[in-house]
């Protein structure tokens, strides 16, 4: 399958890389320090599950010359999507599938806009994994896919993408409803995204102290509100699961928002908690909450204040 890797990063290189490893025609697009060190040197990954391993794969930093692609693995950062969907163009085909793993629950609508309906399919990647130095991903934990076609159809495409997947030994699944897939992976982020964020520290503290642990309830609720205000049948238990969760992750076990922030990088601020607050509005419903870890980093949102 002839798969375009846009956005290499640490979910978009630690997943090419194990779809390269598997067999699949991929490419790569990057730029700077990361592209010339994939390009010299392939790219590394460094898996605390899998071991060390490289990978040698094509690496451009446009894609003008470039052959139509099957599927496109769209894994940019949220503030970059119409950037990057414009960017993917070239290797638009009539059937090329681009498949977003971002965070956020609008990317899908922004790429509809710019590509076709006919193009987009949805979905979550469930991994913890982020640029260690040019040419290396850091893989900490997990490894999964979640995905699907807007419109719930089971299409050619997206059974040829699962079929990579398997050979490239990542646990994946489609889904049916996959606007419900996405928002479930919104909610919890919001909620774990924002405590991890503004506490500077990983899950084993905070999910100890009752103030804490009280306040990542009362996102998830919030949150829940949300969803069901937008039509989103998240189960009863929704918010008692997130728990079991949280609570069965690694001491050390963090969120890409907290990194980010720690790094002095821009935030994806504005596609999880701006999102929630400016639904609430919409819908009415009260966001508080949300609304405090919002505020609290928003002057983060492009690197250090100041």
Not at 90 to 112: A, F, R, Y
């Amino acid at each position: 399958m002839r798969i375009v890797v846009m956005g290499s990063g640490g979910t978009g290189g630690f997943f090419g890389a194990k779809l390269a490893r598997g067999g699949e025609d991929v490419t790569f697009v990057a730029r700077g320090a990361h592209l010339e060190r994939i390009r010299a040197d392939g790219l590394c990954v460094r898996s605390a599950v899998e071991g060390e391993w490289v990978v040698r794969a094509p690496a451009v930093e446009r894609l003008d010359d470039q052959a139509p692609a099957d599927l496109v693995l769209f894994c940019v950062k949220s503030f970059d999507t119409e950037t990057a969907a414009a960017a993917v163009k070239p290797v638009i085909g009539p059937h090329t599938g681009v498949l977003s793993i971002q965070n956020g629950v609008d990317n899908e609508d922004k790429l509809i806009g710019i590509l076709g309906a006919g193009h987009v399919l949805g979905g979550i990647a469930q991994v913890f994994a982020t640029i260690e130095g040019p040419g290396v991903i850091r893989h900490v934990q997990l490894g999964r896919i979640v995905f699907g076609e807007m419109d719930g159809r089971e299409t050619e495409r997206a059974r040829a993408f699962l079929a990579a997947c398997q050979r490239a030994a990542i646990p994946a699944e489609t889904s049916r409803h996959v606007t419900r897939t996405l928002w479930e992976k919104y909610v919890f982020l919001v909620a774990h995204a924002g405590m991890t964020a503004l506490t500077r520290g990983p899950v084993g503290p905070l999910r100890r102290r009752p103030q804490t642990r009280l306040m990542y309830r009362r996102l998830l609720e919030e949150m829940v509100a949300l969803a069901r205000a937008a039509g989103i049948a998240l189960d009863e238990g929704f918010v008692e699961g997130s728990f079991k969760l949280l609570d069965g992750m690694a001491e050390t076990f963090s969120s890409s928002l907290h990194h980010d922030l720690s790094q002095g990088k821009r935030l994806e601020l504005e596609a999880l908690h701006g999102h929630a607050v400016r639904l609430g509005e919409r819908y009415g419903v009260p966001t508080p909450t949300v609304f405090a870890v919002y505020a609290a980093l928003s002057p983060y949102l492009d690197g250090p204040p100041g």
